[in-house]
Every structure is written in C-alpha cells, then in structure tokens.
C-alpha cells in the first residue's frame, strides 16, 4: 500500500512538472529566399541550429509560477518571422521563456536576428546573416557562414569558425566578459583584436600591441585576408585560439 502511495506521488510530481515546462508554442514556417527571421526574448534563452529538414521550425517553452501569464505574439507577415513574449501581469523572477529554432540545413540568403535580457544565445551549423545580443547572458556561435555580428553586455562570447569562408565579415564584442575565438589552422583573415584592461591571446602569427596605460591591440593579415574577423572586449580577455 505504502509503495503504490509513493509510486502514485512520484507520478503526480513528473506531472506537475511536465505542466511546468510543457511546450507553450510550436509552429513550422516555410523556407524561401531572403526569409528574416527576428526573436527579442527578454525572458530566456534562445537556441538555434541546423538540421536535415525543409521547413523552418520554432518552438517556446514557459516555466515557473507565473508561466500562464505568458503568451508568445507572432507578428510575422511576408517574408518577416518575427515572435516575442509577453506577460500579462508582473512576473516572477523564476518565470522564464526559452526559444528552440531549427533551420533547414539548406537554407540560403536567411537573415537571423536574436535579442536576449538575461538569457544566453547559442547559434550552430547556420548559414546566412545573423545578428545577436544578449545583455546579460553568454553568447555562442559554432560554425556559422556569413556575416556575423554578435554582441554582449556583460556575458561571455565563445565562437568556433570551422573554415575560412572567403569576402566576409564577423564581429564578435563584448563590454564586460570574456571573446574567445576558435579558428583552424589554415585560416585566412585580416584580423582586428582590442582590449582596454584586459589580456589579449592568440596561437596565430599576428602582432599583438600592450601598452602600459590604455588599450591593447592586435592585428594582422592571415593568408588572404579576404575575411574580415573583429574580437574585442572592454574589460575582457580576448583570445583567438587554433582548433
């Protein structure tokens, strides 16, 4: 009797739970040349990668007490996704909202475009434009082809580039935390690295500057220097290291 008490408990628990974080919000949009895809979450996170598929796929999960204030408000038109959430009365601090996008593998001429308040943004295996800020989380990017802006207030940026990629451009900044960079050996770019107070490192051939007072620098031309990599920090360390 006590074992089939316990046993119907635990099933209550994993169901309370499940409601907690049930899926909220799911919906395929078709993929099309020059699709703009826009995600402001100021409640969570927001991850996205590639996959062998042929629709774009989003998803949004809600947790914690306040979950059924949340509603997700898609906004998208024409070629325009654009999705955030909202909450109808003041929400607690453990409420949150986290974004899940699939991009078909496939895609071309896709612009992403990703905000987070306090959650991280993790963006892999994508190709096309993307811009990404996060004010108070950690931002990470792997292996992704095209022009790349990606911004941190007071979170960390880790990127990984898996191949040079030709006339491009990527930027990786942030104000408080830490940029690190990962590139293969045989990567070939005109590179632009700066830190105001904090340590500049690199396995690559390229002059780094330190000076006493004010900011640190590096450069240099890899290769063909057709690519354009930028990393810098306010208060920092930079680093770009080899795979």
């Known amino acids: 009797m006590i074992r089939k008490s316990v046993i119907f408990l635990v099933c209550i628990l994993a169901a309370d739970f499940q409601l907690m974080a049930a899926q909220d919000f799911e919906h395929s949009y078709t993929l099309s040349p020059g699709r703009n895809i826009s995600i402001d979450n100021k409640m969570g996170d927001v991850k996205v990668t590639g996959y062998d598929g042929k629709d774009i796929k989003v998803s949004a999960f809600t947790k914690g007490p306040d979950k059924d204030s949340i509603k997700i408000v898609d906004k998208s038109f024409g070629p325009q996704i654009i999705l955030f959430p909202v909450s109808s009365k003041f929400r607690s601090s453990e409420t949150r909202v986290d974004f899940e996008v699939k991009i078909p593998n496939s895609a071309k001429f896709v612009f992403l475009k990703l905000k987070s308040g306090s959650g991280n943004i993790e963006v892999s295996d994508f190709s096309g434009r993307l811009t990404a800020e996060s004010l108070r989380g950690n931002v990470k990017v792997v292996n992704v082809n095209g022009f790349v802006d990606a911004r941190s207030i007071s979170g960390d940026m880790d990127a990984e580039i898996k191949q040079s990629q030709g006339r491009n451009q990527m ?73």
């Open 171 to 243: 930027r990786f900044l942030s104000m408080s935390g830490d940029v690190k960079v990962t590139a293969p050996t045989d990567f070939e770019a005109l590179i632009k690295m700066k830190s105001a107070s904090g340590d500049l490192k690199t396995d690559f051939p390229i002059d780094i500057r330190k000076r006493r007072y004010g900011e640190h620098s590096a450069g240099g031309k890899l290769g063909s220097g057709t690519q354009i990599l930028t990393i810098s920090s306010v208060s920092g360390n930079v680093s770009l290291l080899k795979k």
